[in-house]
Nanobody, 123 residues
Framework: QLQASGGGQVQAGGSLRLSCAAS????????MGWFRQVQGKEREFVAA????????RYADSVKGRFTLSRDNARNTVYLQMNSLKPEDTAVYYC??????????????????WGQGTQVTVSS
């Protein structure tokens, strides 16, 4: 199970941090990341980290502004979101899967989803 927290409302240029804790058995290969969705649109890849020590991939739209980190002892990932823009407004979903996939950016590759958390950025 994935339990997401954080989110909220912030003005443009501000920062927020999302957290996602994985419960149950996970391995060092367990992939964790985030997608986001605006109502009426498809879910969009944000970031994903390859296991406990692997590299991290970001969507071009958030590169340089968002940072995904992982606390291996707590099986928790954090999405630090800086320089937020109104277009970052969405429901953010934590995701997980057992192993890395080259299609890490595709929502269909993830079987584990946390509950969504709303992020609203006002101009």
């Amino acid at each position: 199970q994935l339990q997401a927290s954080g989110g909220g409302q912030v003005q443009a240029g501000g920062s927020l941090r999302l957290s996602c804790a994985a419960s149950g058995q996970t391995t060092s290969e367990y992939v964790m990341g985030w997608f986001r969705q605006v109502q009426g649109k498809e879910r969009e890849f944000v970031a994903a980290k390859r296991g406990a020590y692997g590299n991290t991939r970001y969507a071009d739209s958030v590169k340089g502004r968002f940072t995904l980190s992982r606390d291996n002892a707590r099986n928790t990932v954090y999405l630090q979101m800086n320089s937020l823009k109104p277009e970052d407004t969405a429901v953010y979903y934590c995701v997980g899967r057992t192993y890395w996939t080259v299609a890490y950016y595709s929502a269909s590759q993830y079987s584990n989803w946390g509950q969504g958390t709303q992020v609203t950025v006002s101009s």
